[in-house]
């Protein structure tokens, strides 16, 4: 369904969030109210049919055989990077590109991060770039599907075999994506995804999961999460608590049942975008024909970005900039040696990108509003 609207259709002045989580409540309540309340009623908290559902439902949302709930989008790199045998004395090559997370995980394995710079319309690994960062030493490749778009699968696939490197999907904020018709989660030796709130299928708190079509490796990560022991108190390897509880896994099931929805409302929304933008002299975010973009973000692209920021602000409009510094550029990472113009692209999409709010329950009125101020600031499109 697309939406009727034009500029003319914007208001003087309203208020529009980056997000809605009450907005997104408020149209299933009496579903997440009942699940929750049947949680309680089970007394049920950790472990049970709700995980056991849970993951058995995204990995096959996802076209994966094996689920393996855990305590956050975090943990659940932190335990595939482990399970894949990264440690000490290892490299694992990731975008310069993102949330900390997509690093930082292999940092606490006791690996090294290499990094890559990205494409400049996507935001998402460069594979053109990716074949110098192989060494001897590397032993992962972690992709991310920034924003909601997958990062060129295939090709980074391709390089990786060559070298006989496993990838790992950091699809966080990329569920139900796709390239040329295959998932996340169905690409890489497993996929990891992040149920924080503000993802498209978000919980109530912090959730994580990954899904593998690799049973050994699922089950090593199922091992890990539970303090390395089976059966409990047996402990064969060193592992965490990282468990999901089983409140997120019942409410992100009913969520589950409108993740479609929901998505078709975010693409809906980008493509008024898309329009109402198409006058004015913004960067528009590029949706490769090969994908099928779950826009977790819309992001926009500007010289003046700042100023914009600051003028939406004003205006009543939810912004936000995913990513104000590369990671190369963490001060965390200092010893990793990187320095300012190693990545180029990197660092001007840090410089010249601000989110604009995509969640579904917006209205066309608000995505008017929205544009309208941007066509203020920036004006028509040059020549
Ligand atoms: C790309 C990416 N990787 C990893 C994570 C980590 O997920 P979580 O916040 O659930 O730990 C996030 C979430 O913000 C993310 O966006």
């Not at 060559?162 to 169905?186: M, Y």
Request: glycine content about 8%; hydrophobic content about 45%.
């Amino acid at each position: 369904m697309s939406l009727k609207v034009s500029l003319a259709d914007a208001p003087k002045t309203m208020t529009v969030p980056l997000l809605d989580l009450k907005a997104q409540y408020a149209t299933i309540k009496p579903e997440v109210d009942a699940a929750i309340q049947s949680v309680l009623d089970s007394a049920r908290f950790i472990g049970g049919p709700e995980i056991v559902a849970l993951e058995s439902e995204v990995s096959a949302y996802s076209k994966a055989a094996h689920g393996v709930g855990c305590a956050s989008g975090t943990d659940a790199l932190l335990l595939a990077l482990r399970a894949l045998g990264v440690g000490e004395g290892d490299e694992v090559i990731t975008t310069a590109y993102s949330f900390f997370a997509s690093a930082s995980t292999i940092a606490l394995n006791g690996a090294t991060p290499v990094f890559v710079d990205i494409e400049p319309e996507t935001y998402n690994l460069d594979p053109a770039k990716l074949a110098r960062a192989f060494t001897a030493k590397t032993r992962a490749v972690v992709p991310v599907h920034l924003f909601g778009q997958c990062a060129d699968m295939p090709a980074i696939a391709a390089a990786s075999a060559e070298r006989g490197v496993p990838v790992l999907e950091d699809a966080a904020q990329a569920i139900g994506s796709e390239w040329l018709g295959k998932r996340a989660g169905e690409m890489g030796i497993a996929a990891c995804f992040s149920f924080f709130p503000s993802k498209n299928l978000g919980g109530i708190g912090d959730g994580g999961m990954v899904v593998s079509n690799d049973a050994a490796l699922a089950d090593k990560i199922r091992l890990l999460r539970e303090h390395g022991a089976r059966p409990k108190y047996h402990h064969h390897i060193l592992g965490v608590n990282s468990r999901l509880d089983a409140l997120q896994a019942a409410v992100l099931r009913v969520k589950l049942r409108h993740l479609e929805a929901w998505h078709a409302g975010r693409q809906r929304n980008a493509a008024l975008y898309r329009e109402l933008l198409a006058g004015t002299n913004v960067g528009l975010p590029l949706a490769r024909p090969e994908a099928r973009h779950i826009y977790n973000q819309f992001v926009i692209r500007t010289p003046r970005r700042d100023a914009l920021k600051q003028h939406l602000g004003e205006a009543g409009i939810g912004n936000e900039v995913y990513y104000p510094r590369p990671l190369h550029l963490q001060e965390c990472f200092a010893e990793l040696g990187y320095k300012e113009g190693d990545f180029p692209v990197s660092e001007a999409a840090a410089r010249e990108t601000v989110a604009l709010p995509i969640y579904p329950e917006l209205t066309g009125e608000q995505i008017a509003y929205v544009s309208s101020k941007i066509h203020d600031f920036l004006g028509p499109r040059a020549g």
